[in-house]
């Protein structure tokens, strides 16, 4: 009696430790490729090379005029370029960030989840912080001077 209740003592014990090692295993393998995500993750961020707002801004301004150019007096190409330059110093006083977030939400057409990934925050925040960007520049394009 006694060796069978030691017997089922040591095979729960045995079952006890078979599942302890294949729960670290996994674990492991799990931490693994959560690092091997986050490489990845990094690579890809490496290899994408962003170019630079005003620049890309100031040449769909040209091809937009180019394209109207045809279709609008000359007052109105002046008007038309008046309108644009304002634009690019509005967009260039902005700090980098939310020129980042402009750039990202026009350009590269991402949902504000993506953006918030991007830069370190909330899909809300990253949508407030657009949001209060492009009143910068409508406040700035207007000539309103209330300290933006």
């Known amino acids: ?3 069978q209740k030691a017997q089922s003592l040591q095979n ?3 079952a006890y430790v078979v599942t302890a090692v294949s729960n670290r295993r996994a674990r492991y393998l799990e931490n693994k490729n959560r690092a091997k995500e ?5 690579l890809e961020m490496l290899d994408r090379t962003y170019t630079d707002f005003s620049e890309e801004y100031n040449k769909y301004v040209m091809d937009q005029i180019l394209h109207e150019a045809g279709e609008i007096s000359k007052l109105e190409r002046i008007i038309s370029l008046t309108q644009g330059q304002k634009m690019i110093y ?4 902005l700090k980098d960030r939310e020129k980042a977030l402009i750039f990202g939400r026009v350009f590269e057409e991402l949902e504000f989840e993506e953006l918030g990934k991007r830069h370190g925050i909330s899909g809300k925040q990253a949508e407030m912080a657009y949001y209060y960007a492009i009143r ?3 406040k700035r394009m207007e000539g309103t ?3 933006i």
């Open 12 to 14: 729960r014990f045995s």
């Open 1 to 3: 009696m006694r060796e």
């Open 145 to 147: 001077k209330d300290g």
């Open 90 to 93: 509005a967009i260039a006083c």
């Open 38 to 42: 986050r490489e990845y993750a990094v």
């Open 136 to 138: 910068k520049i409508r």
